[in-house]
C-alpha cells in the first residue's frame, strides 16, 4: 500500500508533463498526494472496517477535495447518488493495492476487487484494470516470478504484455483509462530492477505519472518486499494523520 502511494506523491509533479526521462530528483516541495493515494486509503479503511465502499470513498474524496479527481468522478463525490456511473477509468486500478495485499484465496480477490470496483466503475474494462492490479499484487507477494506473472495477466485479462518499454514511449500520451494504463504500468514493473526503479520506469513514460506509478509502485512493493526506507520517509512527511492511521491498521492486517 505504501509502494502506491509513495509512487503517486513522486510522480504528482509529472502527471500533466509528459515527462519522458529516467533521471530526476524523487520528491519537491510540491510532491504531494493525489487523489490516487486519497482513494487508496479509503478503499483500505472500507476493507479493514467492513464499511460501506461506496460512502466510504465518497466521505474521503469529500475530505480531500481538490486532488486531481476526474470529471466523473467528481461530479459523482458532489451529487447525493451512490449509484455507478459506468466508467473505464484507471480510478479503479489506482485505488485497489491493499486488496491485493490483504485477501488470500485468488477467486475472492477477484470478486471483492470487482465488487469494489464497479461502485463506480462498473464498465468491463473498469472492473478488468482492478482485477488485473489486485491480480498482479497478489502474484508478486505470492512469489511468482515476473514471467508468471505476465503469463497469468495475459491469460486473465487479455492484456499485452509483451511490448517492452522503449517501444511505447515515443507514441505514449496521457491517458485516463484504464486499457491504456494498466497494461503499460505493469510493463515498467516487469522491466525493473528494484522499487526505485520501477516507480522512475513507469513516470518516464510520460503518461498519467501518479497513477501508474501508483499501479507500478504497489506491485513492486508486492514483489520486491518493501519501500525503500528514504522514499517511505518522504512519503510519510507529506500525508496527513488519517491517512498513516489506516496504513498502520494495514499493515498490522498483513502481518497477522
Known sequence: MLGAIAGDVIGSVFEFASFKEYDFPLFSKESTFTDDSVLTVAVADAFI?????????????????????????????????????????????????????LIDDQ????????DFAAVTHDHPEGIKGAQATAYAIYLARKGSTKEEIQKEISTWFGYDLS???????PSYFFDESCQK?????????????????????AISLGGDADTLACITGAIAEAFYGMVPEHIARETYQRLPDEFIQVMDKFYLMRED
Request: no cysteine; charged share 25%.
Open 49 to 101: 472496517n467492513h464499511l460501506d465502499v461506496a460512502r466510504t470513498l465518497k466521505e474521503y474524496a469529500l475530505r480531500y477535495p481538490g486532488r486531481g479527481y476526474g470529471g466523473s468522478f467528481s461530479k459523482w463525490m458532489h451529487s447525493e447518488s451512490l449509484a455507478p456511473y459506468n466508467s473505464w477509468g484507471n480510478g479503479s486500478a489506482m485505488r485497489t493495492s491493499a486488496l491485493g495485499f
Open 107 to 114: 477467486f475472492e480477490l477477484l470478486r471483492v476487487s470487482r
Open 163 to 169: 511490448k517492452t518499454l522503449d517501444q511505447i514511449r
Open 181 to 201: 494504463t494498466v497494461p503499460p504500468a505493469i510493463i515498467a514493473f516487469l522491466e525493473s530492477e528494484d522499487y526505485e526503479d520501477a516507480v522512475r520506469k
